[in-house]
């Protein structure tokens, strides 16, 4: 390949020991964020979890960021948003991709699609050549890519093996790349953290396939982070991967314990049964815990060897984080902490497909659509009304029939659908495209309105919309539930679930209202306490 010369590359991966004189060790390694470190990036996959935790850790080292995104309104909420510059554009436009990549120095490669099926292997490795040829056109210094751990020599499932092709051809490539290799990643939202969590919650006795006895080296989400920043700053010319983790080596099954202990649950008992059954566990992974079956094959697919780091090569060229690296343990605390504190930065679920927005057109014209429209005055201000739509679902609950939603929620599991047990990133607050349990949040005009598209099985699409408006000395809550049907199948369920609707649309407005009204007098009732505590 043109530029692909001995003279100007390293040697892939570990296969030769590297020049001593280019190499940094821990000690001599630096954090600097001098001007001569800061440079232009661009970030793909920043609506991703990694991704949108990157992003403000870059600007915080003094980089200018720019990021590439299919659709912005899945970054309209976050609080970067005005300091990094937004490319609308897709990572197949070629053109685009030239223009976007003008000008940096760096770019982060952060995507990966869970999709599966005829072609995915070749659709990927293309776009990763169209990337890498972008790269080297707009004259890039270094592509950085995060892919996965993996043995060598072993027959890998179709997403690991993808992985690894996408790291080998930016390595291959004329633009310089570092290939980081990652194995389990534990932190608050992950997809391995909450499979690891509700597997070890739900199951205090589990039969399990024979890859929960395989040895994983996980890492701490923030240990990630930690290395794709220092990426960019890393001076002189480098063309390798390495093999990240906290060198913290247990079985699959002995993480599910750790998290129990620290979670302060008994021990679980794990039978290693001697069969893999890959797919059998996949499904089982995906009833009882809130990743699809979409993800949770690849996950279970990705356990079916040991994932244990072959060379520690990164501290010859990287200072290790504050503190260490971050074991086990210590990371479940965190992301436990991070949860408990309402401080979740992204989610596994929030980096979720593009879906067309709700037709504005109150009339729909050309279109069959079903409707449930409720109203309700309420003796509750509008700002403790907004207050409960806004915090409704995860723990919260939707304030009608919990037994009724749970029942659809599992026949939604059932179906491979997403079900209730995504939950939500914060217990408060809520932006655009945020997950809230089976729904995504479409639009959200904050103390007026929440439009949520339904991610469930149905023939169909749906919406529930949520708003309030002042009215006298109250407020007006106002409910609206969308549905368009999907032919007579559609219409079929339509009609089915519309008697139950006549139990839980009503009485969750009325629940709604009383919830409000326990908030504005609860607040009524801390503001008097204060001011006759502080008077004198």
């Known amino acids: 390949m043109p530029g692909n010369s001995d003279e100007c590359r390293v040697i892939p991966a570990y296969l030769y020991p590297q020049p001593q004189e280019f190499l940094l060790q821990p000690s001599e390694a630096t954090h600097s964020n001098t001007p001569q470190d800061t440079k232009t990036v661009l970030v793909t996959g920043a609506t991703g979890y990694i991704g949108g935790r990157l992003v403000p850790r870059l600007l915080e080292a003094g ?8 659709t912005p309104q899945k970054i309209a909420d976050v609080p970067w948003h005005d300091q990094v510059e937004i490319i609308e554009n897709s990572l197949s436009d070629a053109d685009g991709l030239t ?8 770019l982060y490669y ?6 599966s099926g005829s072609g995915f292997e070749a659709k990927e490795e293309a776009m990763a050549r169209l990337v890498a040829g972008a790269a080297a056109e707009a004259g890039v210094d270094r592509i950085v890519y995060l892919g996965g751990l993996h043995p060598e020599n072993e027959e890998l499932s179709i997403h690991m093996r993808s992985r690894e092709t996408v790291g080998k051809v930016f390595l291959d490539s004329p633009v310089d790349a570092i290939v980081f290799q990652a194995g389990v990643v534990i932190g608050s939202g992950s997809a391995s953290f909450e499979m690891i969590r509700h597997l070890a919650e739900t199951l205090p006795v589990m039969p399990a396939p024979s890859w929960v006895n395989n040895r994983v080296e996980a890492i701490a989400v923030r240990d990630v982070l930690h290395y794709l920043v220092a990426a960019a700053a890393l001076p002189g010319k480098l063309n390798r991967s390495f093999d990240i983790g906290s060198r913290d080596v247990l079985k699959y099954k002995q993480m599910m314990n750790e998290y129990a202990v620290e979670r302060g649950l008994p021990r679980r008992l794990v039978v290693a049964l001697p069969v893999p059954a890959p797919k059998l566990a996949g499904l ?23 994932a244990v780091s072959r060379e520690h090569d990164v501290d010859r060229y990287f200072p290790q984080p504050d503190g260490g690296l971050t074991q086990y343990r210590r990371a479940v605390a965190l992301a436990l902490g991070k949860e408990r504190d309402g401080q979740v930065e992204t989610t596994w679920a929030n980096a979720g497909i593009d879906a067309d927005p709700l037709p504005s057109d109150p009339d729909w014209a050309g279109y069959k659509v079903f409707l449930d429209e409720r109203t309700f005055h309420s003796e509750a201000r ?21 037994l009724a939603w749970r029942i659809r929620g599992w026949l939604d599991k059932l179906q491979g659908g997403a079900g209730l047990l995504r939950g939500r990133r914060h217990p408060k607050t809520l932006n655009a495209g945020e997950v ?14 929440l439009r949520l598209r339904a991610e469930m099985r149905a023939p169909g699409g749906a919406w529930l919309e949520l708003a309030v408006e002042a009215d006298g000395d109250g407020s007006l809550y106002k409910q609206r539930a969308i549905f368009f049907p999907r032919g007579l199948a559609g219409r079929l369920y339509w009609l089915g679930v519309y ?22 007098e609860s607040s009524s009732t801390s503001t008097g306490s204060g001011v006759a505590g502080g008077t004198p």
């Open 63 to 70: 980089h200018t960021v720019k990021v590439l995104v299919r």
């Open 99 to 106: 223009d976007a990549l003008a000008g940096v120095d760096v």
């Open 110 to 115: 952060l995507v990966h699609s869970m999709a």
């Open 284 to 306: 089982w992974v995906a009833l009882v815990t809130p990743i699809p079956l979409s993800m949770s094959l690849p996950l279970v697919q990705s356990l079916q060897h040991d």
């Open 382 to 402: 509008p700002e403790h009304v907004w207050t409960i739509i806004e915090g409704i679902g995860g723990k919260n609950g939707w304030y009608s029939l919990p």
């Open 436 to 449: 809230v349990d089976w729904w995504r949040v479409e639009a959200i005009d904050r103390g007026h309105l």
């Open 499 to 520: 008697p139950f609707h006549g139990f839980i649309f009503p009485s969750m407005a009325r629940n709604i209202s009383a919830a409000a009204i326990t908030l504005q």
